[in-house]
């Protein structure tokens, strides 16, 4: 079976930014590592306190809910450089998850599920990074036509409107952007590629199960085939455990923001109307924030459907044609996966269509606070 590199796209995008050089202890790649974390700092903390400082200056002119919406677009930089820290200190566990599952996947015969996963996460990477990169271009367009930086300044200490000062700060914040919107891309393709792959790996050990008693018929050992089956379920769940506790915050956080973005996003579209380029974004922000919300949830329920679906092969076997030491391991394994095994943000938040569904609900009941004490 060729090499699947499965996760090339999202981990090139650490690699370009030398997040994850493999020279980083050598003592020339110090200096660069050094410069990198500086410059973490730096976007984490210049663009967030230039939107606390228009707050505070609006503060008594501009509505409420447009404050709050200034507000979460000044957190998306600090969500976003927590995520790129995380995955740089967790680089060995992700490198460990991918490798174990491109070991596990090799040893299928059959690779059908596994090539459909492949194509799902290129599409899910393609479709991701035209969308964030489209609303970056959509923000430093409007910010063209009004004639203002995308993150501006009220406070007379930092007025950043004369020039040459606006064109090289102007050409700072395009950068950012640009980096925040793809480091996003590669940090959520990267989460969401891992669960695609383990569901994939689900469904290729179902249709093992399916094919227990088939290979018993051609002369193999059912206790045998069974045994290297349910190493194959302990080795999977033991990957999705570490998916989950590695990407546990950030995937916590990103649910949290997205569903309180999305409502405020549609609010202000109710306010201002299409009449303008910024109501075009706003409406852009609405549909990514729900579909980067969606995406978590979808790719945690199929791994709770591909639960279930083993579940149901190792129950249809026939079972009572076999040996007590075959009806004990299987008993097992079925008790095994009949456990939670819903992926979980932040160990709380199981992932699943029905999460996105209260977190839509929770987004509506905030849009219409929010149009009552307008």
């Not at 493999?22 to 939107?51: D, F, W």
């Not at 998306?76 to 995380?86: D, G």
């Not at 990477?125 to 036509?145: E, P, R, Y």
């Not at 790996?201 to 349910?230: A, C």
Request: net charge positive.
């Amino acid at each position: 079976m060729e090499n699947l590199n499965f996760f090339k796209y999202s981990l090139d995008i650490f690699k370009f930014l030398r997040l994850w050089n493999k020279r980083v202890n050598q003592e020339k790649s110090r200096l660069a590592t050094i410069s990198l974390y500086t410059m973490i700092v730096i976007n984490g903390s210049i663009i967030p306190l230039i939107c606390i400082s228009d707050i505070l200056r609006s503060a008594r002119t501009v509505e409420v809910p447009v404050l709050l919406c200034k507000a979460l677009f000044g957190l998306a930089y600090p969500v976003c450089i927590y995520k790129l820290i995380s995955v740089t200190i967790y680089k060995n566990e992700i490198y460990g998850c991918i490798t174990q599952i491109e070991a596990l996947s090799s040893r299928f015969q059959v690779q059908k599920d596994i090539k459909q996963s492949l194509e799902t996460y290129k599409k899910m990477i393609f479709i991701g990074s035209i969308a964030m990169n489209f609303c970056v271009l959509l923000v430093l367009v409007v910010s063209i036509l009004n004639n203002e930086l995308p993150f501006r300044s009220r406070l007379s200490v930092l007025d950043l409107n004369q020039s040459p000062t606006y064109e090289l700060m102007f050409f700072y914040q395009a950068i950012a952007l640009t980096t925040v919107a793809n480091l996003t891309v590669a940090h959520d393709t990267l989460f969401c590629g891992l669960l695609s792959i383990c569901a994939a790996i689900l469904s290729s050990i179902s249709r093992e199960v399916r094919d227990i008693d088939v290979r018993w018929e051609n002369g193999g050992n059912p206790e045998i085939i069974l045994k290297e089956i349910i190493e194959k379920i302990k080795e999977t769940f033991c990957i999705i455990e570490r998916v989950s506790n590695v990407f546990s915050i950030t995937t916590l956080t990103n649910i949290l923001y997205s569903s309180n973005q999305m409502a405020l996003s549609v609010y202000l579209v109710s306010v201002w109307g299409l009449k303008d380029l910024t109501g075009m974004l706003m409406v852009i922000i609405a549909l990514i924030q729900t579909f980067d919300l969606w995406i978590y949830c979808y790719f945690g329920q199929i791994i709770a459907n591909q639960n279930e679906k083993l579940q149901r092969e190792l129950y249809c076997t026939n079972w009572y044609n076999h040996s007590k030491q075959f009806k004990s391991m299987l008993l097992l394994t079925i008790f095994v996966t009949q456990n939670d095994r819903f992926v979980k943000a932040g160990r709380i938040i199981a992932l699943s269509l029905a999460t996105f569904s209260d977190f839509l609900k929770k987004a509506y009941v905030l849009y219409t606070f929010l149009t009552e004490v307008r």
